[in-house]
């Protein structure tokens, strides 16, 4: 049986082998989201089809509304014609619960898809005529950090964002000046209110999606390609709002064991295809079973009850503050702990990280004693119950197919937000010091040392990519597994950079301890595992 509309008429089949169905009135449902549209949302990979569209599934379900989503993808528009529209936009979801179990759900939400193409004027026309309806509320995001970007490593304007700046909001080309040229559309229409909201797994996410468009508008004006009014119009929060927001859900790569296990139920056309955009995608998606997603309660036009799926709306300070629990403290900083060493010591599997004692011990130390400490808590979620969740289930799943290497993807742009907010609170403390510090410090250590790309049995890896490493490798070039070489004139100059580490770590007392872990650790052969059992 094939997942499509066609595959969906015979329900009894796929209840008989387990599968949960949408319980509305699919056509229905589509015909009224695409005449007036509620909810849009921009990137259709995994998360979204995991997270945002089961959500508007719920809803629907419930008979909390009579509306699904809209889902525009502005980066592979593969994903489109081979995912969406050669399924019917159906998708299933699969569980992956710690206890063993899985649930299986057929995700029907989806009332249309679209390629976010400047180049197909009828799909970005499309586009163009759902964000200028009255009844859209919202458009979500999630189109990773680097999606908001207008600047390279060295913060020059990239080319496509300069082209669009100058050229105005009629065809232009890059992500985010394909977002501002919408939300134009909609100012034309009569200034009709509306929330963008980022839910990337970034801090201050509605800040980097706002910075962004605002920056489009500002450079029409100047251009005199769009009317000044935009400008006022995106900065007014009575009628566009950015609300920053908190996500949390893990959601790897489609599993060949899924996939296998899809398959003996009879599912076909299930093999995942990898695009030319090298995005891997299935028209299944495998998820862990924990997720939060807390939202600031600022919508201009209103929004879908989604409350009553689970998500939390809250104050700007409240999102904050989880936002922080969770990236500088709880979780974030475990799983860059875990994605480093497991690429130096050869693990494939996150859950298979947990099981080993020196790991185990090092994400106790880098959350419990380093991070727990200083943890905010915004009153939502405890702290203690989250992390401990963390540690307990949700990183020794052994039914969740993550992945140290897909983890230690840009860690570059990750160790200030998730260490150097911990470090500055304890050297700012009054009970702890610095010196206390064990576990970060080896983590980035353990990232110098993993830029080698040479595991601790001295074989050659893959380094995962990330936007500095051109950047970056120089500093370790010259490193080998030896006693006795100049690791401090090596990195010094590196550690001394606020933007990738959040502090100078001289400055604050860590220079010479990641020092030195990273000159115990390039001592030889297996000397990664023999300095974390000495530290640890």
Same mark, same amino acid.
């Given at each position: 049986?094939?997942?499509?509309?066609?595959?969906?008429?015979?329900?009894?089949?796929?209840?008989?082998?387990?599968?949960?169905?949408?319980?509305?009135?699919?056509?229905?449902?589509?015909?009224?989201?695409?005449?007036?549209? +509620?909810?849009?949302? !921009?990137? $259709? &990979?995994?998360?979204?089809?995991?997270?945002?569209?089961?959500?508007?599934? %719920? =809803? *629907?379900?419930?008979?909390?509304?009579?509306?699904?989503?809209?889902?525009?993808?502005?980066?592979?528009?593969?994903?489109?014609?081979?995912?969406?529209?050669?399924?019917?936009?159906?998708?299933?979801?699969?569980?992956?619960?710690?206890?063993?179990?899985?649930?299986?759900?057929?995700?029907?939400?989806?009332?249309?898809?679209?390629?976010?193409?400047?180049?197909?004027?009828?799909?970005?026309?499309?586009?163009?005529?759902?964000?200028?309806?009255?009844?859209?509320?919202?458009?979500?995001?999630?189109?990773?950090?680097?999606?908001?970007?207008?600047?390279?490593?060295?913060?020059?304007?990239?080319?496509? +964002?300069?082209?669009? !700046?100058? $050229? &105005?909001?009629?065809?232009?080309?890059?992500?985010?000046?394909?977002?501002? %040229? =919408? *939300?134009?559309?909609?100012?034309?229409?009569?200034?009709?209110?509306?929330?963008?909201?980022?839910?990337?797994?970034?801090?201050?996410?509605?800040?980097?999606?706002?910075?962004?468009?605002?920056?489009?508008?500002?450079?029409?004006?100047?251009?005199?390609?769009?009317?000044?009014?935009?400008?006022?119009?995106?900065?007014?929060?009575?009628?566009?709002?950015?609300?920053?927001?908190?996500?949390?859900?893990?959601?790897?790569?489609?599993?060949?064991?899924?996939?296998?296990?899809?398959?003996?139920?009879?599912?076909?056309?299930?093999?995942?295809?990898?695009?030319?955009?090298?995005?891997?995608?299935?028209?299944?998606?495998?998820?862990?079973?924990?997720?939060?997603?807390?939202?600031?309660?600022?919508?201009?036009?209103?929004?879908?009850? *989604?409350?009553?799926?689970?998500?939390?709306?809250?104050?700007?300070?409240?999102?904050?503050?989880?936002?922080?629990?969770?990236?500088?403290?709880?979780?974030?900083?475990?799983?860059?702990?875990?994605?480093?060493?497991?690429?130096?010591?050869?693990?494939?599997?996150?859950?298979?990280?947990?099981?080993?004692?020196?790991?185990?011990?090092?994400?106790?130390?880098?959350?419990?004693?380093?991070?727990?400490?200083?943890?905010?808590?915004?009153?939502?979620?405890?702290?203690?119950?989250?992390?401990?969740?963390?540690?307990?289930?949700?990183?020794?799943?052994?039914?969740?197919?993550?992945?140290?290497?897909?983890?230690?993807?840009?860690?570059?742009?990750?160790?200030?937000?998730?260490?150097?907010?911990?470090?500055?609170?304890?050297?700012?403390?009054?009970?702890?010091?610095?010196?206390?510090?064990?576990?970060?410090?080896?983590?980035?250590?353990?990232?110098?040392?993993?830029?080698?790309?040479?595991?601790?049995?001295?074989?050659?890896?893959?380094?995962?990519?990330?936007?500095?490493?051109?950047?970056?490798?120089?500093?370790?070039?010259?490193?080998?597994?030896?006693?006795?070489?100049?690791?401090?004139?090596?990195?010094?100059?590196?550690?001394?950079?606020?933007?990738?580490?959040?502090?100078?770590?001289?400055?604050?007392?860590?220079?010479?301890?990641?020092?030195?872990?990273?000159?115990?650790?390039?001592?030889?052969?297996?000397?990664?595992?023999?300095?974390?059992?000495?530290?640890?």
């Amino acid at each position: 049986m094939i997942i499509s509309e066609e595959g969906l008429r015979d329900r009894a089949w796929w209840e008989e082998r387990g599968y949960g169905l949408p319980r509305y009135d699919r056509e229905a449902m589509i015909r009224r989201t695409r005449e007036n549209p +509620v909810w849009i949302h !921009f990137g $259709a &990979g995994n998360l979204f089809r995991a997270y945002h569209a089961a959500l508007a599934q %719920s =809803l *629907l379900n419930a008979g909390a509304t009579d509306r699904g989503i809209i889902v525009a993808e502005g980066f592979d528009y593969e994903i489109v014609e081979k995912m969406n529209r050669s399924h019917d936009d159906y998708s299933i979801l699969v569980t992956l619960k710690s206890d063993g179990t899985t649930e299986k759900t057929v995700v029907g939400a989806v009332a249309e898809s679209v390629a976010m193409d400047e180049r197909d004027r009828a799909a970005f026309g499309r586009l163009r005529e759902i964000f200028a309806k009255d009844s859209l509320q919202l458009a979500t995001f999630t189109i990773t950090e680097k999606g908001y970007g207008l600047t390279d490593a060295k913060e020059e304007t990239l080319p496509a +964002v300069a082209a669009d !700046f100058a $050229a &105005g909001p009629e065809r232009p080309v890059s992500y985010m000046g394909k977002v501002a %040229s =919408l *939300l134009y559309a909609r100012y034309l229409s009569g200034k009709k209110p509306v929330a963008l909201v980022s839910t990337d797994n970034c801090s201050h996410n509605g800040d980097r999606l706002f910075t962004a468009v605002d920056a489009f508008a500002r450079a029409w004006a100047k251009n005199k390609k769009a009317e000044t009014g935009f400008v006022d119009y995106v900065n007014d929060r009575e009628r566009v709002s950015f609300p920053w927001s908190m996500i949390d859900k893990i959601t790897p790569r489609p599993d060949g064991a899924v996939e296998q296990m899809l398959l003996a139920d009879g599912v076909e056309e299930t093999a995942p295809v990898v695009t030319s955009k090298k995005t891997y995608a299935a028209p299944f998606v495998n998820a862990e079973e924990t997720q939060y997603l807390v939202i600031e309660d600022a919508f201009p036009n209103g929004r879908p009850p *989604l409350d009553k799926a689970g998500v939390i709306f809250a104050a700007k300070a409240v999102v904050d503050q989880a936002e922080r629990m969770k990236v500088c403290t709880c979780l974030n900083p475990l799983h860059t702990a875990l994605a480093v060493f497991g690429c130096l010591l050869g693990y494939t599997k996150i859950s298979d990280e947990m099981k080993d004692p020196d790991l185990l011990k090092l994400v106790e130390q880098v959350g419990r004693r380093e991070g727990l400490p200083v943890a905010v808590d915004p009153g939502i979620l405890d702290p203690a119950v989250f992390l401990d969740t963390v540690i307990r289930l949700r990183l020794p799943n052994p039914f969740m197919p993550d992945t140290p290497q897909r983890i230690a993807t840009d860690t570059s742009q990750k160790l200030a937000v998730r260490f150097g907010g911990t470090i500055r609170a304890f050297a700012a403390s009054e009970k702890h010091s610095v010196s206390e510090l064990r576990g970060i410090p080896l983590v980035l250590a353990g990232w110098l040392r993993y830029l080698l790309g040479v595991d601790d049995q001295g074989n050659s890896f893959a380094v995962s990519p990330d936007p500095l490493l051109n950047v970056l490798r120089p500093f370790v070039e010259k490193l080998t597994l030896t006693e006795n070489q100049d690791v401090e004139a090596a990195v010094s100059e590196l550690l001394r950079m606020e933007n990738i580490f959040g502090v100078n770590l001289f400055v604050v007392g860590l220079g010479e301890t990641v020092i030195g872990f990273l000159r115990e650790m390039t001592a030889g052969k297996g000397s990664v595992r023999r300095t974390l059992e000495r530290y640890l």
